[in-house]
């Protein structure tokens, strides 16, 4: 996708993103697990500040940001939206029970966590995530290959 155009989605997206995520990372700070020793051994090797805070939900399906009629759309340009095994919602983590056994998901996941630290609010990280995987692609977004590169 054209940079400008990505820019412009994502300044205009990143507001009604950083309202669903906050929405989230509420559900999951009130209602997951508290992380286990070891993990919280991997959140200081990634400098994360606030691990204390973080908490795991697992679920049968992580939530979707889009109406399934547009889940086809948002995969079209690589988004895993409907099928994602662990989404991070700064200090709230949703992970699909299918995967929640797989240590290097949810490393995965701290890693954004750790992004969002250092980009220092929702939408800032929010737009910035999300101009990368419109303009690179999302296998491809700096961001998104920092994380893989965790696992």
């Not at 996708?1 to 990505?6: H, N």
């Not at 679920?59 to 948002?74: G, H, M, N, T, Y």
């Not at 895993?80 to 995967?99: K, Q, T, W």
């Not at 240590?103 to 750790?114: D, I, K, N, Q």
Request: with cysteine; aromatic share 12%; glycine share 6%.
């Amino acid at each position: 996708m054209q940079a400008w155009l990505a820019h412009t989605l994502s300044y205009l997206s990143s507001p009604i993103a950083a309202l669903w995520v906050g929405h989230h990372e509420v559900i999951i700070r009130s209602t997951g697990r508290r992380l286990n020793e070891k993990e919280l051994e991997h959140c200081q090797k990634l400098g994360i500040q606030h691990a204390e805070d973080i908490r795991v939900k697992i679920v049968a399906r992580v939530p979707s940001p889009v109406p399934c009629w547009l889940e086809r759309l948002c995969q079209k340009f690589g988004f895993p939206v409907g099928s994602a095994a662990g989404i991070c919602f700064r200090y709230g983590i949703y992970l699909d029970e299918r995967y929640s056994g797989n240590p290097s998901l949810l490393r995965h996941e701290l890693v954004h966590t750790a992004q969002y630290e250092r980009f220092g609010s929702l939408k800032a990280f929010l737009k910035t995530y999300l101009f990368e995987c419109l303009h690179f692609g999302y296998s491809r977004s700096p961001l998104e290959t920092e994380a893989q590169e965790s696992q």
